[in-house]
């Protein structure tokens, strides 16, 4: 079983729909991160969560460190909004492993006009 | 504030060649992460570097992968006598500390014939 679950895999919405792609973890962890790719494209980094939530533009992050869950809402998506998402998350220890991420597999969203 | 460059972004070597992977921080980061994407496959962690030192490589393949990350001058990542196994996307990541969050180059696709 993976460290970091995501689901959906692939997400189809209309466009103005609200989406919601969640992340579950299994381990112990000091943030969470969510991260937008595009198709041959870089890797954005939308949020870093240690908790509670937070909100910019149209999206929303939010965690929960008791249930290990997190979410990321798009409010009104938009044909630009289609691209993986991704979750990854830097545990809970400033020993060696506890620099780096450990990623989901993604969420695969497209949003149809 | 250029962000963090990598280059080149596409790169194409014959088998049994060496592949150099460059990775400039942005300005002011000092900490250094290297992810491989395999095709279809989710991101996995193979370094973190610090200025002059390796300090977790627990991610890198044992033969044929290196990386460094000088004084001066970008951070490399290098591949001896690469294989088609190693056709993949290798993305550098950059952060001013422990703390704080990433910030993704748009990552070099290498593709090995």
């Known amino acids: 079983k993976n460290e970091v679950e995501q689901s959906p895999q692939n997400l189809t919405a209309q466009e103005g729909e609200f989406i919601t792609i969640n992340c579950s973890y299994s381990?112990?962890?000091?943030?969470l991160h969510w991260l937008q790719q595009h198709p041959g494209g870089g890797i954005v980094s939308l949020f870093m969560l240690s908790s509670g939530k937070k909100k910019h533009g149209r999206l929303i992050a939010t965690i929960n460190i008791q249930e290990k869950h997190s979410s990321l809402h798009i409010t009104a998506s938009h044909p630009r909004d289609s691209a993986v998402y991704i979750c990854?998350?830097?545990?809970?220890?400033?020993?060696?492993?506890?620099?780096?991420?450990?990623f989901g597999e993604g969420t695969q969203l497209t949003v149809n006009p | 504030n250029a962000g963090v460059m990598q280059n080149p972004r596409h790169l194409v070597r014959r088998r049994g060649q060496e592949a150099r992977l460059r990775c400039s921080p942005m300005?002011?980061?000092?900490?250094v992460y290297w992810y491989r994407q395999l095709p279809e496959e989710g991101l996995k962690f193979m370094v973190y570097?610090?200025?002059?030192?390796?300090?977790?490589e627990s991610g890198m393949p044992k033969e044929r992968f290196s990386a460094e990350f000088p004084k001066e001058g970008p951070s490399i990542l290098r591949i001896q006598q690469v294989v088609r196994g190693d056709s993949a996307a290798y993305f550098c990541?950059?952060?001013?500390?422990?703390?704080?969050?990433?910030?993704f180059g748009s990552g070099t696709r290498l593709t090995v014939v």
């Open positions: 570097l610090q200025k002059e030192n390796i300090i977790d």
């Open positions: 990541a950059s952060s001013i500390g422990y703390d704080y969050g990433y910030t």
């Open positions: 381990v112990g962890i000091s943030a």
């Open positions: 300005k002011g980061h000092s900490h």
């Open positions: 990854a998350v830097r545990r809970a220890s400033k020993e060696t492993s506890g620099s780096r991420l450990t």
